[in-house]
Structures are given as C-alpha cells and as structure tokens.
Nanobody, 125 residues
Framework: QVQLVESGGGLVQAGGSLRLSCAAS????????MGWFRQAPGKEREFVAA????????DYLDSVKGRFTISRDNAKATMYLQVNNLKPEDTAVYYC??????????????????WGQGTQVTVSS
C-alpha cells in the first residue's frame, strides 16, 4: 500500500500560480506511475496529468498543456504539479493518485489504486 498526502492548494487570482505537492509513504514510490485529477462541484473527477515511474514521460489534459507541469522526485517520494496562468475554470479539489507502472498512459479513475484526500484550488476572476 501507499499513502498519499496533497498540499499547496489555496486561493489565487486569475493568472496566478501555485505548486501542488503529493507526499507518498509506504511502498516504494518508484513502483508507481502517478497522476493528478481534479473535481469541481457537481462534476465528475477528471484527469489532469500523469507521469511515469521514472519521470521520463508525461501526459496532460489538453486544456492544461503549456500551463501545468507535472514532475516527481523519487528520492523524496514526492510528486509535484506546477500550475501557472490559472483560470477560474481550474477551480476544483485536486487529488493525487498512484497506479501500477504497467497502466501508465490510461486516464481512467478506475486504473488508479491509491488516492490522497485532496487539496482545494480556488481561482478568482
């Protein structure tokens, strides 16, 4: 098992930036591909970005490409999401999640085994 804890959310104005972190504990962090999802009120949880076990490959939702950057530090067992040029439509609870290495590239919620508790990102216009 792996335990995930997100941090770094907050209230920012449109155009602002945040750096979200996801700290992992338990099984070896590099055993997993990792992802970020978000869920806005009244909407389904949606894929935002993913990174393979080594950090050599990344995948993004089209609407965040060029604004969000996912990264990981396996030595620190931590994943990051740098979010720039935030828009009001980015407002949501952001969750980090872990999936088996072999499933990297899938974006389905069901393919991620472990989840954090979420961190709120609110963007004001």
């Amino acid at each position: 098992q792996v335990q995930l804890v997100e941090s770094g959310g907050g209230l920012v104005q449109a155009g602002g930036s945040l750096r979200l972190s996801c700290a992992a504990s338990g099984r070896t962090f590099s055993s997993y591909a990792m992802g970020w999802f978000r869920q806005a009120p009244g909407k389904e949880r949606e894929f935002v970005a993913a990174i393979n076990w080594s950090g050599s490959s990344t995948d993004y939702l089209d609407s965040v490409k060029g604004r969000f950057t996912i990264s990981r530090d396996n030595a620190k067992a931590t994943m990051y999401l740098q979010v720039n040029n935030l828009k009001p439509e980015d407002t949501a609870v952001y969750y980090c999640a872990a999936q088996p290495r072999s499933l990297y590239g899938t974006r389905w919620v069901r393919d991620f085994n472990y989840w954090g508790q979420g961190t709120q990102v609110t963007v004001s216009s």
